[in-house]
Nanobody, 125 residues
Framework: QVRLVESGGGLVQAGGSLRLSCTRS????????MGWFRQAPGKERELVAA????????HYTDSIKGRFTISRDNAKNTVYLQMNSLKPEDTAVYYC??????????????????WGQGTQVTVSS
């Protein structure tokens, strides 16, 4: 059974930075894409960024382009989301997810097979 564990969330002032990490354990080794999603209160879960297994393909939602960077270290089974110039509207629970079926990756929530438990990011104004 694949398990994903996020870390790195917290409270930060507007303009600050955070780096989220998501580490995979368990399951049979396979290539897989990874995505970072977020869900704010009263809103639907949205894809923030995705990265292919090789790291050669990435996707970012428009609202975070130029501020967030997704990366991965396959030797460590870890994917990262570097978040800079944070804004209050970035406040949400952030989830990582693994897509074992598509190459380079899915861009919809239903395309992901395993999910982490989420980590809270709060940006104060």
């Amino acid at each position: 059974q694949v398990r994903l564990v996020e870390s790195g969330g917290g409270l930060v002032q507007a303009g600050g930075s955070l780096r989220l990490s998501c580490t995979r354990s368990g399951g049979t080794y396979n290539s897989y894409a990874m995505g970072w999603f977020r869900q704010a209160p009263g809103k639907e879960r949205e894809l923030v960024a995705a990265i292919s297994w090789s790291g050669g393909y990435t996707h970012y939602t428009d609202s975070i382009k130029g501020r967030f960077t997704i990366s991965r270290d396959n030797a460590k089974n870890t994917v990262y989301l570097q978040m800079n110039s944070l804004k209050p509207e970035d406040t949400a629970v952030y989830y990582c997810a693994a897509d074992f079926r598509r190459d380079p990756f899915a861009v919809v929530t239903d395309g992901y097979d395993y999910w982490g438990q989420g980590t809270q990011v709060t940006v104060s104004s």
